[in-house]
């Protein structure tokens, strides 16, 4: 089985489409569907103790449901990045950020004709939420096998506080620094996108999020193949 190192270029590409992804999904989740992140979910937790709280705005249902259907996907991914190794790290990840395109490809179609004023009682924005943190649970799942740093696709806390703890003020050498301004910028750009794109729809944003993520899977996939002729012409 071919090995396809996790620091090649397209796999860092791919990686970073997939946080553009994440500011995607979490401005629709964030902005549409009632104050909860459905990728985030450090943020969903907190916005589930506010909720808990009884804070104005905000429901205990909808966080709660991103949270179990981000758990459920990430379940699913650990199982089908369960068999990998070293070798086939890349393999098994093209093929676990399928399920993420085609729940994005789902909520795309449920989205739309959502209506933000409708929030309470809607089937509607609940399926959503599920489909958007059933896709992100399992991606997070699969880049959590490969465990590249600084490309965990959803979370910058860790990412942020590197820039400034090995930054050279800090006498540090600034590593990955290119890779880590990438991944904040990305997540930026994904959730400004998404902030104008549900002007026009939520389906509009959710589409543009399932083009994104289906590209990143096919340049994985991709990779994976180039991989295995080169390997066996060298045979």
């Not at 909860?36 to 808990?52: E, Q, R, S």
């Not at 939520?202 to 399932?210: E, F, G, P, Q, Y």
């Not at 096919?218 to 994976?224: G, I, Q």
Request: glycine share 8%.
């Amino acid at each position: 089985m071919a090995t396809t190192p996790t620091n090649e270029s397209t796999v860092i590409y791919a990686l970073l489409g997939m946080t553009t992804v994440t500011g995607l999904v979490d401005a629709v989740s964030y902005l549409s569907l009632g104050h909860v992140f459905t990728a985030n979910m450090t943020g969903n937790i907190v916005l589930l103790a506010f909720a808990t709280a009884h804070v104005s705005g905000l429901s205990v249902a909808r966080s709660l449901t991103a949270l179990l259907a981000f758990l459920t996907g990430a379940t699913l991914g650990g199982r089908l990045m369960a068999r990998a190794n070293a070798d086939s790290q890349i393999r098994f990840a093209a093929q676990a950020f399928l399920p993420e395109v085609a729940l994005l490809l789902a909520a795309s179609f449920c989205g739309v004709g959502h209506r933000g004023d409708q929030l309470e009682h809607s089937f509607q924005s609940f399926a959503l939420i599920a489909l958007t943190a059933l896709a992100m649970g399992t991606r997070n799942a699969a880049v959590r096998k490969l465990g590249i740093p600084d490309l965990t696709t959803t979370v910058l806390t860790l990412t942020i506080t590197g820039i400034g703890a090995d930054s050279s003020v800090a006498n540090g050498n600034n590593p990955r620094l290119a890779r880590r301004i990438a991944s904040v910028a990305a997540m930026f750009v994904g959730a400004a996108l998404g902030a104008i794109a549900i002007h026009h729809s939520v389906s509009a944003a959710l589409w543009l999020a399932t083009a994104i993520s289906a590209v990143c899977s096919a340049a994985l996939s991709r990779r994976v193949r180039t991989a295995d002729v080169q390997s066996h012409s060298t045979q």
